[in-house]
């Protein structure tokens, strides 16, 4: 409703190009939160608006960076805006390998291409060792 107020009123006006084509037309933020557990936008589209999103966090004992979620507009989607925030939170963890902890169904074939590819080297599923310190971690803390 108030992006509808916006445009009319003239405030909110869409950049020349009708949509966002390039990866050139894309920025993206710093990354947001600690080395530890950080946030990284993309930002661009015809306002200028935030069309893609991850969420990562390191975990000392491993070489790896646990991607929780990696959000795209789907109107900006097969533009390789997601593989870019892929690579820029592997440039801030420092870490070597990205392993997603949840997949959602419409985002296999995603992972297994970029697994297949090899562009960014991606392991797929936890280790046991892993999954014990994320149960560890997420343990009720008694007060």
């Known amino acids: 409703m108030f992006v509808k107020m916006l445009r009319r ?3 909110l006006r869409p950049r020349e190009e ?3 084509s390039r990866e050139a037309d894309v920025s993206y933020s710093e990354p947001i939160g600690s080395c530890d557990l950080f946030i990284i936008k993309g930002c661009g589209g015809r306002y200028g608006g935030e069309i893609g999103r991850i969420v990562a966090e ?3 004992p491993t070489d790896c960076c646990y991607v929780m979620d990696v959000l795209v507009d789907p109107q900006h989607r097969k533009r390789g805006i997601a593989t870019k925030l892929l690579t820029r939170a592997l440039q801030h963890s420092g870490r070597a390998t990205l392993v997603p902890v949840s ?3 419409d985002a296999i074939a995603f992972w297994s291409r970029l697994a297949i590819k090899g562009e960014l080297q991606v392991r797929l ?3 046991h060792n892993e999954v014990q310190a994320l149960r560890y971690a997420m343990r009720p803390i008694k007060l």
Do not use: W
């Open 9 to 11: 009123s003239g405030l």
């Open 18 to 20: 009708t949509h966002c």
């Open 58 to 60: 390191t975990f000392a």
């Open 103 to 105: 997949i959602e169904r």
């Open 125 to 127: 599923g936890l280790m």
